[in-house]
C-alpha cells in the first residue's frame, strides 16, 4: 500500500501536522534525515509513540519515503526556511516523477517561493507555497492555510489541507486558495507582520498599567474584562501568562526583556519599504523589539537621564479604547498592505477570504478579525467605513489622552504612537509634503508639481538668489 501524503521533517511543526493528518484518516508516510548520534531513528520512534500514527510508515531513507508515496506524489515540507529548503528539493527531485507536488508550509520568504515555482516548473514539477499558522497546538488540532502557486496543482492537495485545518464559524475550512506565485507566503509573511504588532500592542498597555503599579494579577484580571468585546487569542494568551507563576514568583517577572525574532517581521518591514504602503506599525513593533536588545545601553542610560516628574494616570477604560483604536489601524494597514502587493503583482488576492480563513487556527484569530472579514466582502478599505469609521472616531479622543499621558510619563509606545499619526496623517488633507519637494528640488532639482494645476506639469525654480 502506499501513502497518499508524505510529511519530511519531523520538527515541532512537522510532527503535530502527521499526526494531524493521519487523525483525519490519511495514510500518512513521514520522514526524517538520520544523523549520526544525533537524529537516529526519528521518524520511527515519534510514529511508535504515537497511536494515531499506526497506519503511518516512517522512514530516514530519503529514496525508501519517496517511494512509499501514490504518484503523482504529495509532500509536505516541514523544514528551516531558507537554504535548507533547496537542499532538500534538490535532494528530492533525483528521487521525483513528472508532476508529483512539493508543498513548501515553512514560514519562507515569498519571492524564494516564486524561485522555487519556477525552478521546479522546468522539471516538470509542482511547487505549493503555503502559510500555515498557529503554532504547534494548532498544526496539530486545525491551524490556519494559506496556499498558492499553480492551481491545478493545488486542487490536487486540497483535501488534505483542507480537511486538517481549523474551521470558521460556519464550519467552513480555515485554508483557502490565496493565488498564484509566492502570494500564499506572502499572506502569512503579513499575518506575521500583523501578530508583531498585536503583541507590541499588548506589551504596551501592559508596560503602561505596570508603570501605575498595577499588580500581574490585576492587569490579567483587566486584560480578561477587555476579553469582552475585544476577543482575541493573543489577548487570552497574555491573560494566562500574567497569571501564571514559578513558585512564589510571577515567571513573566523572571523573563528577560529582550524579544527575539526569526525573520518575518523584518521581511514584512523591508516589504513594506518596497511597496509604497505606509503601514507604520509593523516596522514600529520590528524595531521595539531591536531596541529591547539593547539592554545594556538601555540600563547605562537610565541612571544617566532624569525621569518623569510626576505620573500622570490613565484609566483602564481610556486604554482599553486606545487599544482598540491602534488594532483596527494596524489591521487596515495590513490588509491595505496586501491589495497593494496583490495589485502590484496581479495576485488578486481576495481580501476577505483572508480575514476569514484569519478566524481561526491562527495567531492572530481575534473576534475584530470576524468582523473585518464581513467588511471585506464588501469594500477594501476599512477606514471609510462602518463600523470602522465610527469606532476610529470614537476611541480617537481616548487614544490621544493616552498617547500625551505616555509623552510626559515618559513611556515608549511606538506602536499607540504610529497607530495616531498614521491617522492623524491620513486625514490631513492639505498636508507639509509640498515642502519637502521645495527643498528636493532647490537641492537636487528634482522638479516638483503645483496644485491644482491639471496639466500635471514638473516645474523647477532657482531657488538661490
Ligand atoms: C504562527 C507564528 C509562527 C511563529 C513565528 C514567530 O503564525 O504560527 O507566527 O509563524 O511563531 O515564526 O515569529 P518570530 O520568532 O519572528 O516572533
Redesign the pocket.
Known amino acids: 500500500m502506499k501513502a497518499e501524503i508524505g510529511v519530511l521533517g519531523m520538527g515541532v511543526m512537522g510532527r503535530s501536522l502527521s499526526r494531524n493528518l493521519a487523525r483525519n484518516g490519511f495514510v500518512v508516510s513521514i520522514y526524517n534525515r538520520h544523523v549520526d548520534r544525533v537524529e537516529e531513528n526519528v521518524a520511527r520512534d515519534f510514529k511508535s509513540a504515537h497511536p494515531e500514527l499506526k497506519e503511518a510508515m516512517a522512514y530516514d531513507d530519503l529514496a525508501e519515503f519517496v517511494q512509499s508515496l501514490a504518484t503523482p506524489r504529495k509532500i509536505l515540507l516541514m523544514v528551516n526556511a531558507g537554504p535548507t529548503v533547496d537542499a532538500v528539493m534538490n535532494d528530492l527531485s533525483a528521487h521525483l516523477d513528472e508532476n508529483d507536488i512539493l508543498i513548501d508550509a515553512g ?1 519562507s520568504h515569498y519571492q524564494d517561493t516564486v524561485r522555487r515555482i519556477k525552478t521546479l516548473k522546468d522539471k516538470n514539477l509542482h511547487f505549493i507555497g503555503s ?5 504547534e497546538k ?1 498544526a496539530l488540532l486545525g ?2 492555510i494559506m496556499p498558492s502557486g499553480d492551481h491545478q496543482a493545488y486542487q490536487q492537495v486540497s483535501q488534505y489541507l483542507e480537511t486538517i485545518a481549523a474551521k470558521d464559524n460556519n464550519n467552513q475550512p480555515c485554508c483557502a486558495y490565496i493565488g498564484e506565485q509566492g502570494s500564499g507566503h506572502f499572506v ?1 509573511m503579513i ?2 507582520g500583523i ?2 504588532a498585536e ?1 507590541q500592542l499588548l506589551a504596551e498597555c501592559y508596560s503602561i498599567l505596570k508603570a501605575q503599579k498595577e499588580s500581574n494579577e490585576s492587569i490579567a484580571n483587566i486584560f480578561e474584562q477587555w476579553m469582552e468585546d475585544q476577543g482575541s487569542y493573543l489577548l487570552q494568551i497574555s491573560v494566562d501568562i500574567l497569571r501564571k507563576k514559578e513558585g512564589d514568583a510571577y515567571l513573566l517577572d523572571l523573563i528577560l526583556d529582550k ?7 523584518k521581511w514584512a518591514t523591508s516589504t513594506i519599504a518596497d511597496s509604497g504602503e505606509p503601514a507604520t506599525m509593523i516596522p514600529a513593533a520590528l524595531f521595539a523589539r531591536y531596541l529591547s536588545f539593547f539592554k545594556e545601553q538601555r540600563t547605562k542610560a537610565e541612571g544617566l537621564f532624569s525621569g518623569p516628574t510626576k505620573y500622570q494616570s490613565i484609566s483602564s477604560d481610556q486604554l482599553k479604547e486606545a487599544y482598540q483604536f491602534a488594532r483596527i489601524i494596524n489591521h487596515h494597514q495590513g490588509f491595505s498592505l496586501i491589495k497593494n502587493v496583490s495589485d502590484q503583482n496581479a495576485w488578486q488576492v481576495n481580501l476577505s477570504e483572508v480575514a476569514r480563513i484569519w478566524t481561526a487556527g ?3 484569530k481575534s473576534d475584530l478579525m470576524k468582523e473585518i472579514s464581513a467588511t471585506l466582502e464588501k469594500e477594501d478599505n476599512l477606514l471609510f467605513n462602518e463600523p470602522w469609521r465610527s469606532q476610529l472616531g470614537a476611541t480617537h479622543s481616548a487614544t490621544q489622552h493616552v498617547v500625551m499621558k505616555c509623552m510626559e510619563n515618559q513611556l515608549p509606545i511606538p506602536c499607540l504612537t504610529a497607530a495616531l499619526n498614521y491617522f492623524h496623517g491620513i486625514k490631513i488633507g492639505d498636508g507639509s509634503a509640498n515642502l519637502i519637494q521645495a527643498q528636493r528640488d532647490y537641492f537636487g532639482a528634482h522638479t516638483y508639481k503645483k496644485k491644482n494645476d491639471s496639466s500635471e506639469k514638473s516645474y523647477h525654480t532657482v531657488w538661490e538668489g
Do not use: F, Q, R, W
Open positions: 514560514n502559510g500555515v499558522s498557529g503554532g494548532g491551524p490556519s502569512k499575518h506575521n501578530e508583531y503583541m524579544a527575539a525574532n526569526k525573520g518575518t517581521g491562527c495567531i492572530i
